[in-house]
């Protein structure tokens, strides 16, 4: 019930985003920056199919389990702390992309059409740059949860990093659109990296030879916050204190 | 002297209860209720100020975010539905605000799926007050003030860039417009949670028309198809909230299925939804089944 729920609700947002998108891509002249209005359907239905999966707009689970001290539960336990979580996101992201993820596209191919790759190793770079994507959102909303150890209420910091991720990570509007400044900005963040990038890769809108260099700051941000969140962790057990046993 | 002063008011009071023992002993009027429990809500939730404050600024923020969708399309291509920069701003500024105030009073009504499926709903149906504005008050969240600040500011100074000609009917119209929309949103949610006692898992199929209303109250009409047009003015009436006013305010021809003429009909739409709303709620509330507790 739930599932389908969220599919529906899930399904009506894309046909807004739709909307808004044709309208202004039947202004500009058929085509806006690179969308036509079959890539415009294509880049809304992976959007709105790739959103739970990757769950970019962030979990609370772990800030809760550090303010409770539950926390201290997870790193007594034998194996690594963030391998824990990511095993346990990787398992809910393989149900959510099948539940969540095909339905708005079954929807879009009916209603909008799609635009398919012409080059079928975009299916493949397009799988890889999504697990790359689920990781970099991973890691990042790790970094966001972990601020608990310091922070007594990390609500404020959540709704600060959705604006942002609402914004810069392409989810809305393709990046492409952006005036420069708002471009260089948001190529400057880790967001295009676990949106913008996966759809571009899987819609074959970027070609594989140039989605290859995408693939390359994925895997630079991976890095990059996969050491933060590490570090971040290290420092903040330090500042743990739990009551009782 | 001595003697009253031990016996304390108590004894004087005496004398004059007889004349005030009926109000006294009557419930308080529902005026005085509602701005008790409303009081006690905002009091509470302004002592803590900074988490307050930033609660605040990030709702402003979001705000801010969503219209920036819009104006990076408009930076883009010259008009978005047939409406210029400044036009679309007096859209999202009127649908913001009537969302803000919708949302204030009635946006926690679709968390009542939880107090549904665990049974505890009987604690607020025991007490003689209404159900409905308990739940209004208990939930009030203050920090979607930001919302309605934003929209507000955003109304006010795109209506004065966009070349608004008050005349009499237009300005009872201007003022008019975010209370009609307020209430239709008011409406939205409270279907919403009465649908919650049928569907009980069901709160994101409820966001479909809450939050997605918001979304269409806040885009120029025009740049949906006309069947989603249709269906968001004649069943989920989100478009008689800002577009269809902000045309009449601005004297714009309408599309297909909205003249200008429609941004009247936001108050008529939003008391019949609330009649809609009003009847789904009693008979979701009769349906309700405690656990025991």
Known sequence: MATAAGIFTNTIFGFIRASIMFAAITTAGGELSGYTVAQAATYVWLGQALLAPIEAFGTREVSQRVHQGDVAIDLLRPTSFLGLYYAQKLGRSSFLLLGRGIPPLLVGAIVTGLALPENPVSYLLGAVS???AI???????????LAAFWLLETRGLTIVYNALMNLLSGFLIPILWFPDWLLTIARATPFPSMIQTPIDTLSGRVPPLEALPLLGTQLAWLGV??????LMLRVGVRSVEVQGG | MADSSRTGPARTARPVRPRRADSADRPVSTARMVATLYGSRIRSQATFRTSFVTDVLGQVLIVGTEFLELWVILSQVSTLGGMTLAQVAVVYGLGALAFGIGDLFFGEIDGLSSSIRSGKLETLLIRPVPLLLQISSLDLSLRRIGRIIVGLAMYVTALGISGFQPTPATLVLAALAPFAGAL??????????????????????????????????????????????????????????????TLALLDLPGPLLIPSWAGWMGLPAAVLAWIIAGLLWRTGVRRYTGAGG
Do not use: C, H, K
């Open chain 1, 130 to 132: 999504l697990l790359l």
């Open chain 1, 135 to 145: 990781t970099v959102a991973f890691l990042a909303d790790m970094m966001v949860n």
């Open chain 1, 225 to 230: 916050l996969a050491l933060a969140a590490q």
């Open chain 2, 184 to 245: 239709l949103f008011g409406a939205l949610f409270t279907m919403a949670g009465a649908l919650q006692f049928w569907l009980v898992d069901g709160r994101e199929f409820a966001n479909a028309f809450t939050y997605g209303g918001n979304y269409v109250a806040t885009t120029p009409g025009a740049v949906f198809a006309l069947p989603m047009r249709a269906f968001f003015t004649f069943v989920i009436p989100a478009t008689l909230i800002a577009y269809a006013p």
